[in-house]
């Protein structure tokens, strides 16, 4: 099973970008998907999740202005990013609750991760 993202970029403050990150390989089950970001010196930190049920949950920092949604068919999820501000520099990572095909339980698992640049 492999999570690998897409989208990241290079975007001026006020801009917008999607990401998205597609799960790949023997899934049975894919629980929830999230995003985590990690600035340059800081700690790995939350952005958004989204439950197999379609129940969202976001940073306070973003709430209003991030959205995050999945394709069920196509195990992907998406970050659509409105507004950016440079304090949204970082580098995006997907994450996900996955169960395999013949596997008892979900294994937690981690994209390698997008650059988002946000330029003043």
């Known amino acids: 099973v492999q999570l690998q993202a897409f989208g990241g970029g290079l975007v001026q403050a006020g801009g917008s970008l999607r990401l998205s990150c597609a799960a790949s390989?023997?899934?049975?089950?894919?629980?929830?998907m999230a995003w985590y970001r990690q600035a340059p010196g800081k700690q790995r930190e939350f952005v958004a999740i989204?439950?197999?049920?379609?129940?969202?949950n976001y940073a306070d920092s973003n709430k209003g202005r991030f959205t995050i949604s999945r394709d069920y068919a196509q195990n992907t999820v998406y970050l659509r990013m409105n507004n950016l501000e440079p304090e949204d520099t970082a580098v995006y990572y997907c994450?996900?609750?996955?169960?395999?095909?013949?596997?008892?339980?979900?294994?937690?698992?981690w994209g390698k991760g997008t650059q988002v640049t946000v330029s003043s």
């Open positions: 994450n996900a609750g996955i169960t395999g095909v013949g596997r008892p339980d979900a294994v937690d698992y």
């Open positions: 390989g023997s899934i049975w089950k894919i629980g929830f």
């Open positions: 989204i439950t197999d049920g379609g129940h969202t």
